[in-house]
């Protein structure tokens, strides 16, 4: 089944002890981005990456970090979480050049306390 | 599932009754205007999507309808059904540099379907 997975779907864990959230697709796509959701905010786009070892900063990318060393594979990775990155945590594929039409993954739910 | 929004314009529809979902969009320049859906507890799912030169696309219940001059984009379901209760996002996207390679979205409508 052609999907985008993502864990966990949930965490919660404290201020600055560094966490990663894997997302993996199977279809082959070149392009991975991941967002964050929050109420009254919709989606916001972190990072994208439009290959492997192509990465580039989105809307709001403060906090995070990304790496794509495999096509498959784009983790997100938060260094040090601050309470303000408590958001439902999305990452999405594409083929290249339809970055309008995304396959997103089941969300990730990360509490920083 | 999840809340993925907890201010939300919210539109009643009685099963069987055609939706009309509305949004205003701000960047003449987009070159896709995008609709998403997302149910609970799930990631956004593609829609439809509508070229800037165009001003109306239909697809299987759904037809989406772009009026430039006013910006403004809807989505209109035909016979509304339960599986359509979710929010529903609309998105532009530019084909040209990095914009490109993202999408904008705005700030969502939840349907809610009675019976």
């Known amino acids: 089944e052609a999907q985008v997975t993502q864990n966990p779907r949930y965490l919660i864990t404290v201020t600055g002890k560094k966490l990663t959230v894997t997302c993996s697709q199977n279809m082959n796509h070149e392009y991975m981005s991941w967002y964050r959701q929050d109420p009254g905010l919709g989606l916001r786009q972190i990072y994208y990456?439009?290959?492997?070892?192509?990465?580039d900063k989105g809307d709001v990318p403060e906090g995070y970090k990304v790496s794509r060393k495999e096509k498959r594979n784009f983790p997100l990775i938060l260094e040090s979480p601050s309470p303000n990155q408590t958001s439902l945590y999305f990452c999405?594929?594409?083929?290249?050049?339809?970055?309008?039409?995304?396959?997103f993954g089941p969300g990730t739910r990360l509490t920083v306390t | 599932g999840e809340s993925v929004g907890l201010h939300l314009p919210t539109l009643s529809v009685q099963e069987g009754d055609n939706s009309i979902i509305n949004c205003a969009y701000s960047n003449s320049a987009s070159d896709y205007f995008i609709w998403y859906k997302q149910e609970s507890g799930k990631g956004p799912q593609f829609i439809i999507d509508?070229?800037?030169?165009?001003d109306k696309r239909q697809g299987q219940r759904v037809t989406v309808l772009l009026n430039k001059t006013v910006k403004h984009l809807s989505l209109q379901i035909a016979a509304t059904q339960p599986g359509d209760s979710a929010v529903y996002f609309c998105a532009e996207n530019m084909l040209s540099g990095a914009a490109g390679n993202k999408l904008t979205f705005g700030g969502g409508t939840r349907v809610l379907v009675k019976p």
């Open positions: 990456s439009m290959n492997v070892e192509v990465t």
């Open positions: 509508i070229r800037s030169n165009m």
């Open positions: 999405a594929s594409t083929p290249s050049g339809r970055a309008r039409e995304q396959y």
